[in-house]
């Protein structure tokens, strides 16, 4: 009976254990067993004693070189210093791990990336660009609410989806708001929207089959304040689908 | 990374964001699944992106080597600020509230070893034997690095809570501590200087390919990019290698892996 050589015995051993082959053999030969279980014992040993709650020190790695760590792209010259450097630091080794798990993750590689639509010839003349800059820019940033991510996509979605409307506007630091405005959801025949502070309160809610609504003199805003909206749309009998909160500020005059 | 360059710099920073806000978005949720957090970890890190008018991205494009991923980059950005925006938000982690918050295969974990004061290798055996009968031994020696990590190191090795900590609970999920034997501090320190010392004793890249392959848990194949090697099968030679290496200077030592 021939032993596994030691790469698929720790392969077994501290791995997945997946190897049918090895796991047979090793099911009836007692040394294997021993060998397995020693290096079970010093794995976990080390594995236990172990600890990435360390602060970070001035010889930690940038984020450009822990992922050229994970890339696998750091240069000869500087692989000794690096190697030596995370052999000795918890905190960094564990962002090589958690970059690495993130870079290989299929919700996060598949994530990536959103086609940015736009004409190029409208970046070569200033006008165009600024209109392109516009409509970016009103798309920029979603926010998210219940941790599901949507695309923002700049044509009209397929009728037979339920798409929720985006909001355009306004967003970031405005002088006044005298109005908001989103963009359509297919099928939609009403429109709920609401502007409320950040821990909650609701300030004012309105209804239209417009995408667009008007914000009444009486409502109060205050300069300096944030405050967060978003619109529900009504695409089918009370069913609604809300855009993603949407975060302005009234400019300190 | 040629919106750097562009007269339009806010113009250009939406583009960005709106190119890569999912996979940003992605690599948060890997992180936290609160709903406000990853919000408040997103403004975070589009904060540390625009910083000083673009200054990593413009260091990132300055430096970015051939073959290098943007995207990499950008999860290590996104990982680093999260953690941050976490220890802000939480401060250290409490070994009662971690334990509180701890998955079902690390909850047993803690319960196995810490409470029943079991070994490791008994404990993923018995592990196996009852609730996760199909459990890797790599799975179990991530989440048990996990649980170490999560009660933050308090306690001395292989015998948690000799020393009895208030704000550890004395029981989970209705287990009653088991009043094993206690190891003396003094002795138990004694035995991490002797595994510090043995780990040091390896060559870094064989002391790092440990680390990386075992403790921290990495997939052979990028832990061999990650160190600098031909390939998984130099990680498993070398880890092979590096572990009796350990062993027989921990023997040595007068120490038995099982004792630790």
Known sequence: MTCPAPEPLVAFALGDGSDGRVARHVATCER????????????????????????????????????????GVLPDARR????????????????VRATAALARDPEVVGARPVPVRHDRRAWAVGAAAAAAAIVIAA???????????????????????????????????????????????????????????????????????????AIPRTVRLVAGQSYVWRVEAETQWQRWVASDFTTFRIAPP | MAFLTAGDRDAAWDALITHYRRLIFAAIRRTTSDADHVMDVFAAVCETLRADDCRRLRDYAA????????????????????????????????PSAAAGRMPPLQRHIYERVFLQQRSHVEAYELLRSDTFPTLAFGSFLAA??????????????????????????????????????????????????????????????????????????????????????S?????????????????????????????L
């Open chain 2, 63 to 94: 430096r970015a080597r051939p073959g290098s991923k943007f995207s990499t980059w950008l999860c290590a950005v996104v990982h680093n600020r999260a953690i941050d925006c976490l220890r802000e938000r939480e401060g250290r982690p409490r």
């Open chain 2, 231 to 259: 390939g998984a099968k130099a990680v498993y030679n070398r880890v092979y290698r590096a572990l009796a290496a350990l062993r027989e200077r921990l023997q040595r030592a007068g120490v038995g892996a099982g004792d």
């Open chain 1, 32 to 71: 294997c067993q021993g060998d397995v279980t020693e290096l079970r014992e010093v794995a976990a040993t080390l594995a236990a004693s172990d600890s990435a709650d360390a602060a970070p020190t001035a010889a930690c790695l940038d984020e450009l070189t822990i992922a050229d760590v994970v890339d």
């Open chain 1, 139 to 213: 798309v920029g940033v979603q926010m998210r609410e219940g941790g599901r991510a949507r695309d923002a996509v700049l044509r009209e979605p397929a009728i037979t989806s339920t798409v929720a409307p985006l909001a355009l506007a306004p967003r970031g630091d405005v002088t006044s708001v005298p109005r908001i405005l989103w963009s359509r959801a297919p099928g939609a025949d009403e429109y709920r929207a609401r502007i409320q502070t950040p821990d909650g309160s609701i300030v004012w809610e309105g209804r239209t089959a417009d995408t667009s609504i």
């Open chain 2, 144 to 229: 048990l690095r996990d649980v170490y990590r999560a009660v933050g190191r308090e306690t001395p090795l292989a015998t948690p809570f000799a020393t009895r900590d208030e704000s550890i609970p004395e029981t989970l999920s209705g287990l009653e501590p088991h009043a094993g034997p206690s190891l003396d501090p003094s002795v138990a320190a004694e035995r991490e200087a002797v595994l510090t010392e043995a780990m040091a004793s390896l060559p870094v890249d064989d002391r790092l390919a440990v680390q990386l392959y075992v403790v921290e848990g990495m997939p052979a194949t990028d832990v061999a990019r990650a160190v600098g090697l």
């Open chain 1, 80 to 95: 000794h210093e690096v190697n030596t450097h995370l052999a000795h630091c918890a905190r960094c080794r564990s962002a």
